[in-house]
């Protein structure tokens, strides 16, 4: 089964009195696994996607199917599964809580997992731990470095094991070699654990690091 299908997607803005297309029945599918770029020029409608297939946004048609789970079907009650068990999200500006250390952080991330505390903390423990960042911890985001706040975000979007990551111009405040080791680890990550992982960019650094590219235009795949 594939791990993310996305099926003929629109979605349309009003802008005073014209309607303007952001996406034109965009297709297209991710094996786990597989590690995507999602390309094009600002404004070709990448995060408009993103936001869709995370259910932070709704689509006007089509579908979008994460491990047989249909995403723009599900009843508000479900959405807190999606967030946290389905697909994971990576910002572009880590969006790290300030007064949370880094553990607590990303187990914020799990409390509509399911779990009790225990398997909360060591799941964050984990997930921090495969990132690099065990003995960061106890820190605060503000005594990290750019590159360990990325990191954080990572372990944090990935706590729950979800099936799809979502990333939104993840390396756009990554200097080139932070930029470099999170894109491999972010493949590493998706091998290992069949994930499939869509990432927009429009960095050559990333792009050249992935399995395979998707390139938006005017909201169509080009
Ligand atoms: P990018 O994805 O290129 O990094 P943004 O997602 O912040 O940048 O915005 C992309 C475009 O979407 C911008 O032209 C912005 O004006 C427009 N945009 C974003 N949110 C809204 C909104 N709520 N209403 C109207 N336009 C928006
Ligand atoms: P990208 O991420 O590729 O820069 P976006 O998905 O942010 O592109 O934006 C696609 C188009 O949709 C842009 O023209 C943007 O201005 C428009 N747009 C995005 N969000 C909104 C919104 N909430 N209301 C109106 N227009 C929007």
Redesign the pocket.
Known sequence: MAALHVQDLSKR?T?GAEAFTALDKVSFTIQPGELVALTGP??SG??TLLNIIAGYDQADDGSVVVNGFDVTRAKPADMDVLRTRTVGFIF?QFHLVPGLNALENVELSLLNAGLSKAERRARAAEALRRMGLAEHSARRPALLSGGQQQRVAVARALAAKPSVVLA??PT?ALDRANAESLMDQLAALARENGMAALV?THDQRCLDRVDRVIRLENGALS
């Open positions: 803005y802008r600002s404004g990448k995060s572009q939104d111009e756009a927009s």
